[in-house]
């Protein structure tokens, strides 16, 4: 019917060549055929490809012409735009989404989720050669290349990135490298598994064991994760005025670190996080930012303004929390976002959330306001600190104080029922009612 480009090469991909999405009438087309999918309620598509229209090869020219006039000099990149476009428009008002495998400048403003293509399923960098059995080849880049991606493409416009975890290309992974990519998606802005090889959490390698171990290791990140989504929200609400990234470049984010290395970032203003992306590490050296930081598992507080070594078995990363800056939580026993017919098994938050959950370490003053209007609030005192709450649209129930690192049992506790515990280098769990919530703590 004309719907391809009225000059084109043979498409490398198997399928054929790219429709000419320049071409309305071929626009028009395609989105009709995809109606049945929106009529259905489908507010989200996965597009692979979109990087067939090859400038050259062979030090020769590969011409290419659509309907709009455009050639292959523009259409390079500016196929990914018209490509998405077809999808966007047809997206509801209310929310939907596109997870694409590429982008390019104007993409940002449709709204595409970015996954990295088919990295490689290891701990290799961009051109190693790696041996995985009988078989020797170059690297496109494993896991570090994963977290390079998520932190540049933040910083240019494109917030929201999930590789596979595990990587893509010669699957299955080794359990080494699923485990320590589990570990770096689950405090990034989307978690998705699976490999070339379907690798699955609980059918795992080759012969699709279940190793329990590994399988409690990402109930309790991707349940992190999740628990996770009232902090990140926030800074996805927050895109609209300020653009800013959600996971930054630590350098960035403190250019007076003096510090140029391209595997740790910021989480939002709050978390550092660290992952271990080369086989066999096992310690991290993390240049602190000025001021006291909290490891999220320990307790422990370090004070900035140097480089600390901290450790990093392979079943735990480096992960550190600002001091005195609260973070808001989904209830622990959380599964879905979603509505479900298993509510007697899976846990839900769909219409309502239950108590939100502030985990911090005091320090300094510090608020967060999240995205339905709860303030949560921290402010030291001469012989303690004091909490406070004032609830929003969404979480407007009791909230749980989770104050960690505190080392000694407070002397006293006003304004919520409370409980001490030896955890997380001792914490204080207190639970609060009410409109305006408040709770003293005396040291």
């Known amino acids: 019917a004309g719907y391809f480009a009225p000059v084109q090469m043979t498409a490398l991909a198997k399928w054929g060549p790219p429709l ?44 290419w012409q659509f309907h709009d006039g455009s050639d292959e000099l523009t259409m390079h990149r500016g196929y990914q735009l018209v490509y998405h476009q077809a999808y966007a428009e047809l997206l509801p008002e209310t929310g939907g989404f596109l997870l694409c495998r590429a982008g390019t400048y104007g993409d940002q403003a449709q709204g595409v989720i970015i996954w990295p293509g088919d990295i490689d399923s290891s701990l290799s960098l961009h ?25 540049s493409l933040g910083v240019s416009g494109f917030p929201f990135f999930g590789s596979d975890t595990g990587g893509y290309r010669n699957a299955p992974p080794d359990r080494e490298t699923y485990i ?52 990140l929200w926030t800074y996805v609400a927050e895109l609209q005025t300020t653009g800013r990234a959600i996971q930054r470049p630590l350098g960035m984010a403190h250019p007076e670190l003096g510090w140029h290395g391209d595997d ?25 930012p000025e001021g006291s930081w909290v490891d999220w598992w320990t307790g422990e507080v370090l004070d900035g303004g140097v480089t600390v070594t901290r450790p ?21 026993d959380v599964d879905t976002l979603l509505p479900t017919t298993d509510e007697g098994v899976v846990a839900v938050t769909a219409e309502e959330p239950g108590p939100l959950h502030v985990r911090l370490t005091p320090g300094p003053a510090g608020s967060f306001a999240l995205f339905d209007g709860t303030v949560i609030a921290h402010s030291p005192t001469n012989d303690g600190f004091v909490l406070t709450q004032t609830p929003g649209a969404r979480f407007d129930g009791d909230v749980v104080f ?32 009410g409109d305006t919530l408040a709770v003293t703590v005396v040291r």
């Open 20 to 63: 000419d999405f320049t071409n309305p009438e071929a626009m028009a087309w395609w989105q009709g055929l995809l109606q049945p999918y929106v009529d259905l309620g489908v507010v989200g598509y996965k597009l692979d490809y979109g990087e067939e229209v090859i400038v050259g090869a062979l030090g020769d020219r590969l011409p």
């Open 127 to 151: 051109g190693e050669t790696v041996t995985k059995g009988d078989k020797t080849y170059q690297s496109v880049g494993g896991l570090h290349a994963a977290v390079v991606a998520g932190s």
């Open 180 to 231: 320590r990519w589990f570990q770096h998606t689950a405090l990034s802005t989307v978690m998705q598994v699976g490999t070339n090889a379907n690798d699955l959490p609980w059918s795992f390698g080759a012969d699709k064991v279940l190793d329990e171990e590994m399988l409690a290791l990402y109930r309790h990140l991707a349940r992190l994760h999740l628990r996770l989504q009232p902090y």
């Open 264 to 288: 740790i970032y910021l989480l939002g203003d709050h978390l550092l996080v660290a992952p271990v992306t080369r086989p066999g590490v096992t310690e991290r050296e993390i240049p602190l």
């Open 312 to 332: 990093a078995p392979l079943e735990s990363m480096p992960l550190l929390v600002r001091a005195g800056a609260p973070i808001p939580l989904l209830r622990p």
């Open 402 to 433: 989770e104050v960690f690192g505190l080392e000694t049992e407070p002397t006293s506790v006003e304004g919520a029922t409370w409980a001490w515990s030896d955890e997380r280098g001792g914490t204080l769990t207190a639970t609060v009612t």
